[in-house]
């Protein structure tokens, strides 16, 4: 679906399948490397786990910029150690978060400026850029624009996918990748504050979140708010896997948008 980004459309207008190629294998990269992070983490504590495997998903009226509901691995047996728990949760988003950002600085100034009577078009779809954008784009001293002034160049679209996939597997609620960092920093108290950040997520569809309001309903309804408990629950972590924690809390905050996707 990356040919979308670009000026011929690639397969949904008149360009060529290869068109797509510079969305779809920076995108799967990314992926992969995020889902390889917790399977070498896994292997490092002979912990059963699979490779990954992607998720295809039919494009979307309203959704057409991924054509995948990212990658897996199904770890096969529990995880019985805090800090082996804590290792293999943290290391996916970390990983997949670094592999973004060459992806992301190359992207951001690839844009193209969309003519501004075309800029009000109806029926286009949008996409919310989060803080680690508009750092990107000083950095790379690109103007600060959004997706209402611009085409997205596909690099750019693979790198934004990968930030919000990161941001949605931080989550700190159930089995997600962020519940098994908070059960694992925290203990008891993780579905406390789980059910906060639930009840927090519920209340941005009030504001046009709704993306991570339907996101966390899905979750807490099919894997549900509190994590299991690892057997030596009283085992505190160390200060470098609790500073790991709070980079994660700061990872999420850079790749977050409230509304990362709408149309008009």
């Not at 008149?14 to 490397?33: M, N």
């Not at 996409?127 to 690099?155: K, M, N, W």
Request: proline share 7%; glycine share 10%; hydrophobic share 50%.
């Amino acid at each position: 679906m990356g040919g979308a980004f670009t000026p011929t459309l690639g397969l949904l207008g008149k360009g060529r399948f290869s068109d797509g190629l510079a969305f779809s294998i920076p995108l799967l990269t990314i992926l992969g490397v995020h889902e390889l992070g917790h399977w070498f983490m896994c292997r490092r504590y002979g912990v059963a786990a699979t490779l990954p495997y992607f998720i295809p998903f039919p494009p979307l009226p309203w959704f057409t910029v991924s054509g995948t509901l990212g990658a897996v691995i199904r770890v096969k047996e529990p995880i019985r150690k805090r800090r082996q728990l804590f290792d293999i949760g943290a290391s996916g988003p970390i990983a997949g978060f670094l592999a973004s950002l060459p992806f992301l600085i190359y992207g951001v100034s690839r844009a193209r400026v969309i003519p501004a009577a075309e800029q009000a078009a109806e029926g286009q779809t949008y996409f919310g850029y989060p803080i680690l954008v508009r750092l990107a784009q000083d950095l790379t001293d690109t103007a600060r624009y959004t997706s209402r002034s611009v085409h997205e160049d596909p690099t750019f679209m693979a790198a934004w996918f990968g930030l919000l996939v990161t941001a949605l597997n931080l989550m700190p609620i159930g089995q997600l990748d962020g519940g098994h960092v908070l059960r694992a920093a925290i203990g008891r108290r993780q579905p406390i504050v789980s059910g906060i950040v639930l009840a927090a997520a519920l209340l941005l569809a009030i504001v046009g979140g709704w993306a991570w309001a339907f996101f966390a309903a899905l979750v807490a309804l099919f894997i549900g708010v509190p994590h299991p408990a690892a057997e030596d629950e009283d085992v505190p972590l160390d200060d470098g896997r609790q500073f790991l924690a709070l980079l994660c809390v700061g990872i999420f905050l850079l790749c977050f948008s409230v509304t990362p996707i709408w149309q008009e």
